[in-house]
């Protein structure tokens, strides 16, 4: 268990995994991920959620040392995603009397993960309820749709702890020292991204609280300047660009287009855009995603194949779809040797997309990069950055 501190009552009893290589079967965790759980302490003791079924046997080894004996009272359910509620059905039956402490969408969705009943002992609670333990009373606030449908999140008013489901999540394991920004913005734009509305009224919700830590089910506890990590969760939710620059996505077959993306690459520069770039084919598109978010400005470059865009290309596209990608500006390079039509097929998808300004000028290449291709990159530099 990796050593994290939150008080002398409430005690971290999560778990480290690296053994992982795709979280949800779909995003790189080089650093593995946490499942993270908490048990409190008191007259009545609860333990905050469970763990994913791939550390059971560690977890309810933390569990039973800080139990020191005693037998748990409640349950919480904060959200009913495997990787957090896997040991329901354990916890029942090890402790029969333990009351199951949710909503009523939550108690909808344990008998379709489990084949017995785990409600005999329940507490079905909704917003604004209270769960006395002793010391401690726990606020129970809905969050639906952040990014389930059942979750809800809680606030321990003696400690002033806020327990926050998977909001201010983060990829990487808790004995890995790293930066939070990058991989909490990845984990947000590719897990939570498209439920921004339902995250802001949430975080309307959580700012009037006299907050001191937030405890998130991913990722580490987070105890200094709130405001910042708040802050962040404001502006991804609201979709707004965390900061000026161009993100460009590009997928070439032959190098051709990729020459002429790093080309618009090396304009944009010079004219003191900073620039991500990314060659669709071979990165982590959930890392082309979280960049897209994160600057202001789109660059899409892609040859036409088979009457069509190029697969890579296609799937970015789809992925930005799904997250609710918008209120970005966007420019367009295509790429054909006798019938290019990515250019279109690339503004139909983009055009789609809410509130994104799309430059009408087109880099039409047909097959190489050739002069005439510079003095139009020019052009939609500039348009780029005049938008």
Known sequence: MSKVTITDTVRYIGCDDHNIDLFENQYEVPNGI????????DEKIAIMDTVDSRVTEEWLS?????????????????????????????????????????????????????????SVNRLEVKEGDTLDLGNHKLTFIMAPMVHWPEVMISYERMEKILFSADAFGKFGALDVEEDWICEARRYYMNIVGKY???VQGVLKKAVALDIQMICPLHGPVLKENLSYYIEKYDIWSSYRAEAEGVTIAYASMHGNTADAAKKMGEILEKKGQKVSLFDLSRCDVAEAVESAFQYDKLVLASPTYDGALFPAMEDFLYHLKIKG????????????????ISGKLMRAYAEGYKSCTVIETVVTIKSAMKKENLEVMETLAEALINA
């Not at 946490?34 to 302490?41: D, R």
């Not at 995603?81 to 039956?93: A, M, Q």
């Not at 990608?325 to 054909?336: A, D, M, P």
Request: charged share 20%.
């Open 325 to 340: 990608y918008q209120k970005r500006t966007i420019g367009l390079i295509e790429n054909g040797s006798w019938a290019p």
């Open 196 to 198: 921004g509305v339902s």
């Open 34 to 41: 946490s499942y993270n759980s908490y048990v409190i302490i």
């Open 62 to 118: 933390n569990l039973e040392t800080e139990l020191s004996g005693r037998k748990p009272d409640y349950l919480v359910v904060h959200h009913m995603e495997p990787d957090h509620s896997s040991n329901l059905k354990r916890i029942c039956e090890k402790y029969p009397e333990i009351t199951v402490v949710g909503n009523a969408k939550t108690f909808g969705m344990i008998p379709q993960f489990f084949d017995s009943d785990l």
